[in-house]
Structures are given as C-alpha cells and as structure tokens.
C-alpha cells in the first residue's frame, strides 16, 4: 500500500521512518561498542600514543578524500542499497576479524584495516541515511527528529564504553564483535522490506546519468552559489580547527590541571553524553525558533562561553568543569541537530548526498591541521589554554553570524538546484 503524502509529496506518516531509524540506532550502538573494544584491545597491546594516533587517522583518511564522491555517488544510486550493502560489508568485514581472534592470528595492521573499511563504508552509509531522512519526514518536522538523533548519539556514548569495558574483561574479543554483526542484522532487515523514497535524477543531454566528477561539481557549485551555506561552510572549517584539538587534549587536562585519572576523564565524557541526550531532547520537544538559524547561532554561543569557563576552572573545582563540559555538549547538540534540519529542509532531495559529503569533508580536513597546531602550543601555554581559544572562537562565530544576511536568511536564499544541462 501507497503512503499517504501531502500536496507536495510528503509523507503523512513518520512509521517507516521510524522503523529505519531503530534499526541504523541499533547498528550505531554495536559499531560504538566494537569500536571501544578494540581501541581498549589497541592501548593494551601497543601502550603506544602513535598506535592510537594512527589508528585516528585510518578512521578519518576514507571521510576526507571520498567523502565528496561518495556524496555523487549516493545521490545517484538507491539509498536503500547504499544502506544495505554498507552494512552488510562492514558485518563481514567485522566477521573476518572476529576469526583473526579466534585462530589467534590477529595483528594491529588488521585493526587499522577494519578502521580503515568502516570509515569507507560509513562516508555512504552517512550521507545516504541523511538525504533519505528529508525523504520520508515532514519538513516540519526535521527539526525535532534531528533532535532525537542528537539524542541518540549522546544516549549511545553513555552506554557503549561502560558495556565494552564489561565486556571486555568476562568474554573472548570475537564474541563482542559478533554484536556488531547482530546489530548489523537488525539495521538490514526492515530495510529489506521497507521502501526508501528516491528522488527523481535528470539524464543528461546524451540520454546517460552524469558522471560521478560533474555531480561532483555540481555539489560544489550548490554550495559556492548559495552565499549563506558558503559561510556557514566556513565558519565549520574554522571552528573544527579550533575544537576538535580541544577534545583530543582533555585527557592532559584531567591529569595535569585537575590531577585526576580515568575515573575524572569518565565524569566529563559521561557528562558530555547527557548533555548531548538533553539537548537533542529539548529540542525534539521545542523545535527550536521558527528561524532555524537563529537556534543554531544562538546554541553556539552559549556554547563557546561554556567552553571559555571549563578552560578557566581552577585545579580544585572539577565539579564545576564537568558541569561546564556537559552544558557545552547540551548547546552543541542543539546546534548541530538544527544545522542539518535547515539542511534537510533547503537542499532538494536530489543533491542532498553530495552536499552533506562536501560539507562534511572540508570540516573534518581542518581536524588533523589543527591537532599538528595545538600540540605544540599546549606544549608551550599549556592545554587548558587550547579551550579558551576554542570556546572564545566559538563564540565570535556565532555572534558574527547575526551580521551576517546571508547566514540569517539562509533558508530564505536557498537557490534553486535543478540540475541544468
């Protein structure tokens, strides 16, 4: 049977979407799972930071340089299949791994290289379950579902460390994998009788599909004519610069300022886990003002201030970082889930793939060009210091964007992006 739509082609009902999302939660619970396991399995065998920082890198080298043609590529093909075969590969992959174990054969370079295939398969697995959201949500409604995604994320990073670390002490590594592979199983499977709406693609002139590289172009000159995602674009690659190095240093400040170990850096991961969950509730619930770009602006600041306090705690006070920490992570998931609701609203279904690709690969390209900066400047200053940078970065951003017309009316603005010849 037929689902119900609007006049303009929405859909009534949210079921098939939600069944979708069960499942693609249910498979992002068992790859965070495994992905603990075996960083834990990493530390363990190496004790090596290299180790560990390789290991990084093999997880961000497939979202940097494939990302923009795994964006062409799902926007032309069935995002169903994208999603299916995507998961599947990563369950065998995880299958070849689990055996490694079992016949004890297994090396670190095998970890890297299911690191390094997970990351691949997820640059379409992303951007594939992204676009078919707009698909099969109402418009007005992609606010509060992005809410409930930020909450899934944070619900997700509360409870898969503590379970893999149980985990990890009472069973053989290969029967944790194997959860990955049922939770796998259960992201597939309604997909397999579930249809995912697909936009409609234009032939080109010589009745074929366009190649991967003019999609690709085409991504990019959507995002270079629309002025205000152009600066929002930006304004990302600036701010991963100056945060993401954040994150990677608080261990060092657990230990150096606050004095504390894993107990203290658990507090604040934790904290920042429910933030997450309290801020993609809150705005599921309120669905923020009816300019989403003043939400997501508005969340930034706050945020950054927040950011700013936890890097002037003093040594003795960590009560008041973590509660600094976990309302950064409540305004930041409150930002973020906006962000992608104005995105999914604005960019037609048809070029949804390769602009969250795009956007996603410059923003996470700044990561490693911003750890290469803040390693020595924490040396130097310190790495509390390195959030104060960040949060003060943060927020200016936010406030230059009320300044900014293109940026308050970028729903507005949105050009049109039929597909010309």
């Given at each position: 049977m037929?689902?119900?739509?609007?006049?303009?082609?929405?859909?009534r009902?949210?079921?098939?979407f939600?069944?979708v999302?069960g499942?693609?939660a249910?498979?992002?619970?068992?790859s965070?799972?495994?992905?603990?396991?075996?960083?834990w399995w990493?530390t363990q065998?190496?004790?090596s930071?290299?180790?560990?920082?390789l290991a990084s890198?093999m997880?961000?080298l497939?979202q940097?340089?494939?990302g923009?043609?795994a964006?062409?590529?799902v926007?032309?093909?069935?995002?169903?299949?994208?999603?299916i075969?995507?998961?599947?590969?990563?369950?065998l992959?995880?299958?070849f791994l689990?055996l490694l174990?079992?016949?004890?054969?297994?090396?670190?370079?095998?970890?890297y290289?299911?690191?390094f295939?997970r990351?691949?398969l997820?640059?379409?697995?992303w951007?594939?379950f992204q676009?078919s959201?707009s698909l099969?949500?109402?418009k007005e409604?992609?606010?509060r579902?992005?809410g409930?995604?930020?909450s899934?994320q944070?619900?997700?990073?509360?409870l898969?460390?503590?379970?893999?670390a149980?985990?990890?002490?009472?069973?053989?590594?290969e029967?944790i994998?194997a959860?990955d592979v049922a939770?796998a199983?259960?992201?597939?499977?309604?997909?397999l009788?579930?249809?995912?709406?697909?936009?409609?693609?234009?032939?080109?002139?010589?009745g074929?599909w366009?190649s991967v590289?003019e999609?690709?172009?085409?991504g990019?000159?959507?995002?270079w004519?629309?002025?205000?995602l152009?600066?929002?674009?930006g304004m990302?690659?600036v701010?991963n610069?100056v945060?993401?190095?954040?994150?990677?240093?608080l261990p060092?400040?657990v230990a150096?300022?606050?004095g504390?170990g894993?107990?203290?850096?658990?507090?604040l991961?934790?904290a920042?886990?429910i933030g997450m969950?309290l801020?993609?509730?809150?705005?599921g619930?309120?669905?923020?003002?009816?300019n989403?770009v003043v939400?997501?602006f508005?969340?930034l600041?706050v945020g950054?201030?927040?950011?700013?306090?936890f890097g002037?705690?003093?040594?003795?006070?960590?009560?008041?970082?973590?509660a600094a920490?976990f309302m950064f992570s409540?305004?930041?998931?409150m930002?973020?889930?906006?962000?992608f609701?104005a995105?999914?609203?604005?960019?037609?279904?048809e070029?949804q793939?390769?602009v969250?690709t795009l956007?996603m690969s410059?923003s996470?390209a700044?990561?490693?060009?911003?750890?290469?900066i803040a390693g020595?400047v924490?040396?130097?200053i310190?790495a509390r210091?390195?959030?104060?940078?960040?949060?003060?970065?943060?927020t200016l951003?936010?406030v230059?964007g009320f300044f900014?017309?293109?940026?308050m009316?970028?729903e507005r603005?949105a050009?049109n992006?039929?597909?010309?010849e």
């Open positions: 037929a689902e119900p739509v609007t006049e303009d082609g929405m859909p009902s949210m079921a098939r939600w069944v999302f499942g693609q249910f498979s992002l619970f068992g965070r799972l495994v992905q603990f396991t075996l960083v990493l065998e190496s004790g930071a290299s180790v560990l920082a890198i997880a961000l497939p940097v340089i494939v923009p043609f964006g062409s590529l926007d032309r093909w069935s995002r169903r299949v994208v999603l075969v995507s998961d599947g590969m990563i369950a992959a995880i299958v689990a174990y079992a016949w004890g054969v297994v090396e670190i370079w095998h970890i290289g299911l690191m295939i990351a691949l997820g640059a379409f697995q951007p594939a676009a959201t099969m949500v109402p409604q992609l606010s579902v992005a409930f995604n930020q899934l944070g619900l997700v990073s509360i898969a460390p503590p379970l893999g149980l985990l990890f002490e009472v069973l053989p590594i029967y994998l959860i939770t199983f259960l992201a597939i499977s309604p997909l009788l579930i249809a995912i709406p697909q936009p409609p693609r234009a032939p080109d002139a010589e074929g366009r590289l999609d690709m172009r085409e990019m000159r959507f995002v004519d629309w002025k205000g152009r600066f929002i674009m990302s690659m701010i610069l945060i993401t190095p954040g994150f990677s240093l060092l400040v150096d300022h606050f504390g894993a107990i203290e850096l658990a507090y991961q934790s920042g886990g969950i801020g993609g509730i809150l705005l619930v309120w669905g923020g003002f009816m989403r939400t997501a508005s969340a600041i950054g201030l927040f950011i700013i306090l002037f705690v003093p040594g003795s006070m960590l009560l008041l970082a973590v920490f409540t305004t930041n998931s930002a973020n889930g906006t962000f609701a995105m999914q609203a604005s960019i037609p279904p070029m793939g390769r969250f956007l410059l996470a700044m990561a490693p060009l911003g750890l290469a020595p924490a040396d130097l310190g210091t390195w959030f104060v940078i960040g949060g003060t970065t943060l951003m936010g230059l900014i017309p293109a940026i009316n970028l603005d050009p992006a039929t597909l010309e």
